[in-house]
């Protein structure tokens, strides 16, 4: 998802790392959750960072870490879809939201205590907003190129290569 490329990003997280996101059923979430947080019953994410990344686990004349698999962010749709409506946006939205918190997560962040909450919370809320107008701009940008190529092309300035390479 362009969300979770776009919080690395913002994050200063090498753009050569590597996520794995996954969407799972209801049942394979509640198994998940289950098992890794002996909770009961489905959630909507989850996050498994790898123990690796993590300095104080390293030995110490481990080379400097590189470009890695930062984790895995585990989505349900179905939970995410339940949540949506609650919150009344669309599901696309509540999965951005919860793939912006599962990365998050993967970089340390928390919420277990009301000052990590805030703290989280807020940076997911900035992160989002700030993509989303990032990406209004970048299609109000498309939208107005293909409305000056459609005028350019009316009268016979398109140029079916394309543009022309800089000198």
């Known amino acids: 998802m362009s969300v979770a490329r776009y919080a690395l990003d913002a994050m200063r997280v090498s753009p050569a790392v590597e996520l794995a996101i996954t969407a799972v059923t209801l049942d394979t979430m509640s198994e998940l959750h289950e098992r890794w947080m002996d909770e009961p019953g489905p ?8 123990d690796e990344l993590v300095d104080d686990t390293r030995r110490p004349d481990a080379p400097e870490i590189g470009p890695a698999l930062l984790g895995d962010i585990v989505l349900c749709p179905a939970f995410a879809k339940d949540q949506a409506v609650k919150a009344g946006h669309a599901l696309s939205d509540e999965l951005h939201l919860l ?5 998050l997560h993967l970089l340390g ?5 009301p000052d990590e909450e805030r703290e989280m919370f807020a940076l997911q809320n900035k992160l989002l907003h700030d993509w989303r107008t990032r990406r209004a701009q970048v299609a109000a ?10 005028v350019l092309g009316t ?10 390479e800089p000198r």
């Not at 959630?43 to 790898?50: G, L």
């Not at 962040?109 to 205590?113: K, M, N, T």
Request: proline share 8%.
């Open 43 to 50: 959630t909507d994410v989850m996050s498994f960072p790898m």
């Open 99 to 103: 793939t912006v918190h599962g990365v």
């Open 109 to 113: 962040y928390d919420h277990a205590e």
């Open 141 to 150: 940008r498309e939208a107005q190129r293909r409305s000056d190529s459609r």
């Open 155 to 164: 009268v016979g300035l398109d140029d079916p290569a394309g543009p022309a």
